[in-house]
């Protein structure tokens, strides 16, 4: 219980800041998180939210400022969660998000002593991503696109979203603008009416081929292909337009149904020298740039020679695999969304790779799979989505009995949850590199290299 109570104000002192990058204050051991709120910053808030274990405060007055604090823009960025680190300087974040790694090795792992180099940023923190998923809804008779409030669905209007490639942010209200001139009516989330839902826009960072993904509730689109000419007139860019339909009361973007409306059903881009087709549902790393350091990384911490057999486990498109397939005997890759398998499989035969295999599936069933039919890796990579891996994958990477395993993470927590399973069957952590791929925002990557013990 605490003594905090709604809708009060309070002065606080900030002393510490959630992974979330929220500022956190404790009134009689009660915390409090805060947005917009460093450590050491005095602040008067009032508790807008008062739950069991913690609650939310708001700013209503800074007595003093962090040096570390940094002008924000638009503080629609931090209240959508675009940019919700944006208050902060980039080395700040950089640090932050090196100690993120180093609590959760210390308190979840219990590897103190491992150590962990400083995150490696970019010269440029801005302007980065490569793709967008943009709402649209209607407001006032018009079509309006922007980022939902923070754990709502209340649309904030954005024209710059400070962290997207800017040709996108353009194209996202080209698109719009046209969708209203064809009178496209917005898709009502309440009555799963209506039915544009989002534009989904990707842009090659080197090709600079762009992809416009057209999300609608239902299949018959009235002057689709009109539309979609118009878009190509407009940007030139553009190579690929595609309608995906999704008619289910759901918070997950596409549907899996898919119609070409224009041009192509891939775009390309290049990594580390070699191109990609890149399929509407296909994995792809958004920030480009950081993609390239962060595969080098690991590439160097695998020391590769021509007699190793390596796996690449949730390997997407194939672009780790296929970035290091010349320097080893034979790449295994294993991805569940078969898309991205086609894309991987194309992406080794255009790039002339013929020393690589892809399979479809959950890389939990292929692994073991593998394990029996005695293939027997030297190298493992792994690169799972946020929940990181499953024991059953774990298990059998280890039967299998490699001499490295290298572990990209997009998540410190499950990472050391991980790595203190490894740890235990006799694979030991030996060091981690933070690579920032997400500028002005709290998501962490890194990369591990793990050696069998001896
Ligand atoms: N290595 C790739 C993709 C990393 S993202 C790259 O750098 O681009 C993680 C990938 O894991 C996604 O493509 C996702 O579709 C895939 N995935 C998610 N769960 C999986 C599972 N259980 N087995 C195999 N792949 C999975």
Redesign the pocket.
Not at 361 to 366: D, N
């Given at each position: 219980m605490t003594s905090v109570e709604k809708n009060k104000t309070y002065t606080v002192t900030i002393d510490d800041l959630s992974h979330e990058g929220l500022g956190v204050a404790h009134i009689d051991g009660y915390p409090l998180f805060i947005e917009n709120a460093l450590p050491e910053e005095e602040i008067k808030i009032k508790a807008v939210k008062v739950g069991k274990k913690f609650g939310y405060g708001k700013v209503m007055e800074r007595f003093n400022s962090n040096p570390e604090r940094q002008e924000v823009k638009d503080l629609d960025l931090l209240r959508s969660g675009i940019a919700p680190l944006s208050h902060m300087t980039y080395e700040y974040q950089l640090r932050f998000k090196q100690q993120q790694v180093e609590k959760v090795l210390k308190t979840i792992a219990k590897l103190p002593d491992l150590s962990v180099a400083a995150t490696l940023g970019m010269e440029h923190p801005f302007e980065y991503r490569n793709k967008a998923q943009i709402p649209v809804q209607k407001v006032d008779n018009q079509l309006m696109t922007g980022f939902y409030r923070k754990n709502s669905h209340d649309l904030l209007p954005i024209e710059d979203y400070l962290i997207q490639d800017p040709k996108i942010d353009q194209a996202i209200t080209t698109v719009r603008d046209i969708l209203q001139r064809f009178k496209v009516k917005a898709y009502n989330e309440r009555e799963n009416t209506g039915f544009i839902r989002h534009i989904v826009i990707r842009r090659g960072h080197y090709s600079h081929e762009m992809m416009i993904i057209l999300v609608t509730r239902a299949e018959r689109f009235f002057k689709g292909a009109e539309i979609a000419e118009t878009i190509k007139a407009e940007l030139p860019e553009v190579v690929s337009v595609i309608q995906n339909i999704n008619p289910e009361k759901t918070n997950v973007i596409m549907g899996r149904d898919e119609k070409i409306l224009y041009g192509k059903a891939t775009i390309n881009d290049t990594l580390l020298g070699k191109t990609y087709q890149i399929s509407p549902q296909?994995?792809?790393?958004v920030n480009t740039e950081q993609?390239e350091i962060?595969?080098q990384t690991a590439i160097e911490f695998a020391d590769l020679n021509s007699e190793d057999i390596v796996v690449?486990?949730?390997?997407?498109?194939g672009?780790?695999g296929l970035s290091l397939a010349e320097k080893v005997k034979h790449v295994y890759g294993?991805?569940?969304?078969p898309q991205?398998i086609e894309d991987a499989k194309a992406n080794a035969k255009n790039n002339g790779i013929k020393n690589a295999n892809y399979e479809i599936?959950?890389?939990?069933?292929?692994m073991p799979r593998w394990a029996r039919e005695g293939i027997e890796p030297s190298v493992v990579?792994v690169?799972?989505?946020r929940k990181g891996l499953?024991e059953k994958?774990i298990e059998a990477s280890v039967a299998v009995n490699p001499n490295k395993i290298i572990y990209?993470s997009?998540n410190p927590a499950t990472l050391a949850r991980d790595l203190r399973r490894y740890e235990d069957l006799g694979y030991r952590a030996v060091k981690v590199q933070p690579v920032d791929l997400f500028p002005q925002t709290h998501h962490v990557e890194s990369v591990t290299l793990l050696v069998k013990a001896v």
């Open positions: 296909s994995f792809y790393q993609t962060l595969y690449d486990a949730y390997c997407g498109i672009t780790i294993v991805e569940i969304v991205a599936g959950k890389a939990e069933k292929i990579f690169d799972p989505p499953d994958f990209i997009c």
